[in-house]
């Protein structure tokens, strides 16, 4: 029998809750939890002698339970006579001193300062139905009486939904009489799921408002939020903030709900912060793979992200998720990135902070008793060191930071903090040699370094930059792309002027300059933070063919366009520029570098068998086709080279047509380059293949 309203407005009604308690009968109905859900919130709030007044008491259990275990001071007061009469009758042999009294809790009859505790299970948001002017009338004089038949130091316990309209008024009348709030999560009454029709989708609270003295012209006000039962209550700043934390905590329940009724509903993300700090923790996504056979043993798993590792493709992007669910066989599998930042003891220590956590997003129907498995990359949870925090007045704050990869190479990343998902740079470290081996290096390298080329400084003591290794996918295919110019066996004989808009931590300016030497390398960076970055932490160093301009990369270029230098065009021009603008569809370069009018001023700057290469990053498919369409205009020959695994597309353009290479001839050229590269002394990473690179590119 449905005996819940058809609508809210009905539960501020006298005669709803007449009949309410006329059709329940002698039945207890026990709104928001029974007693074993509430008791250990109960019991650290109220103590044994104390006396306490419950409002709206129904007839719930919760008062009579109270009293069996020595709570015997209670006084309860309902507007039903119905209920009132009902219990009167169940509790008078067995309860002697407990009350049962017909009262208007808007105007109560007891005198001031009366009572201790005053118990509210429901009754505030029973009245609070909404936020007309005569609703909320009466709730102050609900809020009023309560305060008035309060002792000083005595606590308004009010259990509730805390729905926003319900907190903004309970927290806004008594922070502005001078009183202590507190929001306490109940623990034990979360998992209240709408498994039928008597049970919410929302979590359970309870509002403990304590009665201080009021003191002249004290503007003191205290907010604290507890999500455990034991727990350590944090302090918040505001009552915006205390909100806005309740209803954080409202929508993960809502979340956890919908997990356990549907799946496959696509890929979900939420946070977990430090009870604490309130700062993040781990972030976590979860992902069904509705295809995966069903079996008893994979329903559901746990993957930890090991530090360092949650930018990949496989764990950083919804699609590499997907495959990664898939491929470990399970229904539903929940990633776990560790945030930089927080210390971590280990996978067990992980697994024992998270189980109770990640069971909440396990799908329905899951038991108790079931095991779930801990997944891991070689079972463990990585290595991550931060180096270096700072920040840009342009760029904002960022880390320096060296991550374990799967090879058990050692990286080092710059991230913006703003964009902590995405590598700005990266650079692979040299493994730890012997004193002798390293003196041994830098001998051979001194001996192959050009006269002109400075030692660069060291990434970090006792760690060197692998100069020869590129890390970032993009930046392989750019450097391919070089294989578009002309008589590319030459290149390392022949001048070549490059000029490189966007330094980051100048990993690939650094590997023109190194692997071409007769090369001479411009590199434009509006921001004079990652001038020193790159330098202090990447092994960049300056030269006299490799000069760094700080200016915006707008500028430079106009400038040089308009004659502004007086230097010769460039062979090659290369964007890897990023927008600092996150809302846009493309983030890379900003929208301006790629106008109709800046990339006539680029043509004017290339040499007519010269090549433009441009790092795209763009989601939006429509701003993209308009992208390679204005090239187009520009530079009558494009080609693409999609990234695979990421966002990333390399567009190599240049001004002539009739340069257009067919695959086979394109892959001649980019051989030929690549057997003078991989020449003893030259450094050359064997893993790096260039034809490779240039296998899939298409002619726009």
């Not at 704050?397 to 090879?407: A, T």
């Not at 933070?529 to 301009?549: I, N, P, Y």
Request: overall charge neutral.
């Amino acid at each position: 029998m449905n005996l819940l309203p058809k609508s809210s407005k009905e539960f501020g009604s006298v005669d709803y809750w007449e009949k309410f308690f006329q059709v329940r009968g002698k039945k207890a109905f026990e709104w928001y939890g029974t007693y074993l859900e509430l008791c250990g919130l109960l019991h650290k709030y109220i103590k044994p002698r104390e006396k306490v007044l419950v409002i709206g008491c129904g007839n719930s259990e919760l008062s009579e339970q109270l009293y069996d275990v020595g709570y015997q001071d209670i006084v309860n007061i309902d507007i039903s006579e119905v209920v009132i009469k009902q219990m009167k009758e169940h509790n008078a042999s067995r309860r002697p001193q407990m009350r049962f009294l017909k009262m208007d809790m808007m105007q109560m009859e007891f005198p001031d300062a009366s009572f201790q505790v005053v118990l509210d299970k429901g009754t505030l948001d029973a009245v609070l139905t909404d936020e007309e002017e005569k609703t909320l009338q009466q709730v102050d004089r609900m809020l009023a009486e309560v305060g008035r038949v309060l002792q000083v130091g005595g606590r308004y316990l009010c259990i509730s939904l805390a729905q926003a309209h319900v907190l903004k008024k309970a927290v806004g009348h008594f922070s502005r009489e001078g009183w202590m709030v507190r929001v306490h999560q109940v623990a034990s009454c979360q998992d209240q799921v709408m498994e039928a029709e008597h049970r919410f989708s929302l979590p359970v609270f309870a509002f403990i408002m304590t009665k201080f003295r009021p003191v002249a012209g004290s503007a003191l006000q205290i907010f604290e939020l507890c999500t455990q039962e034991q727990g350590k209550p944090r302090r918040l700043d505001s009552a915006e903030r205390l909100a806005e934390a309740v209803l954080e905590r409202q929508q993960y329940a809502w979340l956890c709900c919908q997990l356990r009724r549907k799946a496959g509903q696509g890929s979900v993300s939420l946070d977990l912060c430090d009870g604490d700090t309130g700062e993040p923790r781990y972030t976590l996504h979860v992902v069904d793979s509705p295809t995966v056979k069903p079996s008893r043993d994979n329903h559901f798993a746990i993957f930890i992200i090991p530090q360092g590792r949650e930018t990949e493709w496989l764990f950083g992007m919804e699609e590499g998720r997907k495959q990664l669910a898939a491929s470990a066989g399970f229904r539903r599998l929940v990633t776990v990135a560790l945030h930089r930042g927080q210390q971590y003891a280990g996978m067990d220590s992980i697994q024992a902070e998270l189980s109770a956590r990640v069971m909440e997003l396990a799908p329905l129907g899951l038991t108790a008793q079931q095991q779930v498995p801990f997944l891991s990359v070689g079972g463990d949870i990585g290595i991550r060191t931060i180096q270096h925090q700072d920040c840009s007045p342009l760029s904002g704050d960022y880390v320096i930071e060296d991550v374990q990869g799967d090879d058990r190479h050692f990286f080092r990343r710059l991230i913006f903090l703003n964009n902590r998902n995405v590598v700005q740079s990266e650079a692979r470290l040299l493994r730890d040699m012997s004193h002798r081996a390293q003196k041994k290096r830098k001998k051979d390298r001194k001996k192959q370094r050009p006269a002109d080329t400075p030692e660069a400084p060291s990434a970090a003591p006792g760690k060197s930059i692998d100069r020869g290794y590129l890390c970032c996918e993009h930046h392989k295919a750019m450097i391919a792309g070089l294989a578009l110019l002309r008589n590319p066996e030459l290149l390392l004989e022949t001048p070549l002027a490059v000029l490189v808009v966007g330094l980051g931590g100048g990993s690939l300016p650094l590997f023109v300059h190194d692997h071409f030497p007769k090369s001479c390398v411009h590199a434009v960076e509006i921001d004079p933070s990652m001038l020193e970055v790159a330098t202090q932490w990447f092994g960049f160093a300056q030269s006299d063919r490799m000069k760094v301009h700080i200016a915006d990369g707008l500028d430079y270029v106009t400038a040089l366009a308009q004659g502004g230098e007086a230097r010769p065009p460039y062979d090659v021009v290369m964007f890897d520029v990023d927008s600092k603008d996150p809302t846009l569809g493309m983030s890379c370069p900003p929208p301006a570098f790629v106008e109709p009018a800046f990339l006539q001023n680029v043509r004017s700057i290339l040499t007519p068998g010269g090549v433009f290469i441009l790092n795209l990053v763009c989601r939006d498919l429509g701003l993209k086709d308009s992208v390679l369409a204005g090239l187009k205009a520009v530079f009558p020959l494009l080609y693409i080279r999609r990234i695979e695994g990421e966002v990333n597309e390399i567009l190599f353009c240049q001004l002539c047509p009739e340069q257009k290479l067919a695959t086979p001839e394109l892959l001649a050229m980019a051989q030929a380059l690549e057997r003078m590269l991989r020449r003893p002394g030259q450094g050359w990473d064997d893993t790096y293949v260039l034809s490779e690179m240039l296998k899939t590119v298409k002619i726009v």
